[in-house]
């Protein structure tokens, strides 16, 4: 009778546990523990800045879109910006449906006119399409490289958006632009699409870029795919 109890007991406990709202991400957990060789780390003012707000939960019927209880009312790791004279970008971790409107506020305070989203989805499209922002699916599988797919996807948007009527953004000033792009934490898929643009149009080399993206965002960027970038080289140039 009493291992009847126990059993009974440590059955309902179980079903009290949480369940983990994501999971199968390894790119971003890793870049805190190896930050690549050549590229030093500085301390960011971008990283762990909380941006707090009392919206509540919006519920759904996908179990991958959920707000959850952490991140439902503020943003763990501010957005940081990468700016170059021809180029602007957002770095972002992954909104939740619940924290989607502190992302958009945040879009809105940087020009942003397109997000593209390199993971699994975490949050409905309808609240930036109301807000002006275009959303583009570029996710490709985590720990590996960008296929050539997504690169010439990311890159032709890049041109578009900054290059387009034929004026780069410092000569533009009347419409400034800015592309946000982001992976689970920001740390590993969306600050290599970011290091390849500034290869691709600014003439960086890969550590210059680097070195620049970790200047911001503190933890970007692994020595895998430092290495990927040294490697790949301004292979993709478009224009």
């Given amino acids: 009778m009493a291992a009847t109890m126990a059993n009974s007991s440590n059955a309902a406990s179980a079903m009290m546990v949480p369940a983990r709202k994501y999971s199968g991400e390894?790119?971003?957990?890793n870049n805190n523990n190896n930050n690549g060789a050549g590229a030093p780390i500085?301390?960011?003012p971008h990283s762990h800045t909380p941006i707090s707000?009392?919206?509540h939960t919006h519920n759904n019927n996908d179990g991958r879109?959920?707000?959850?209880?952490?991140g439902a009312s503020s943003i763990s790791s501010k957005p940081t910006p990468i700016t170059t004279p021809n180029l602007r970008f957002l770095?972002?971790?992954a909104p939740r449906q619940s924290n989607l409107h502190l992302y958009i506020k945040?879009?809105?305070?940087?020009?942003?006119t397109d997000i593209v989203r390199v993971c699994e989805p975490t949050y409905l499209g309808g609240e930036l399409i109301?807000?002006?922002?275009?959303l583009h699916e570029m996710a490709y599988e985590d720990g590996h490289s960008p296929p050539e797919d997504v690169l010439q996807r990311w890159l032709t948007l890049v041109e578009e958006r900054f290059f387009g009527n034929g004026l780069s953004a410092s000569n533009n000033k009347k419409e400034q632009k800015t592309i946000a792009v982001h992976c689970v934490a920001g740390l590993g898929r969306a600050p290599v699409l970011v290091a390849i643009a500034l290869m691709e149009f600014e003439k960086m080399d890969a550590v210059e870029a680097v070195m620049m993206i970790r200047s911001q965002r503190r933890g970007a960027i692994n020595e895998k795919q430092l290495k990927y970038l040294e490697g790949s080289g301004r292979r993709y140039w478009l224009r």
Avoid at 65 to 70: A, Q, Y
């Fill in 106 to 112: 945040e879009c809105r305070r940087n020009h942003v």
């Fill in 26 to 29: 390894v790119e971003d957990a």
């Fill in 53 to 55: 707000s009392s919206h």
């Fill in 91 to 93: 770095i972002m971790d």
């Fill in 130 to 134: 109301s807000a002006g922002i275009q």
């Fill in 42 to 44: 500085h301390p960011s």
């Fill in 65 to 70: 879109i959920s707000g959850g209880s952490m």
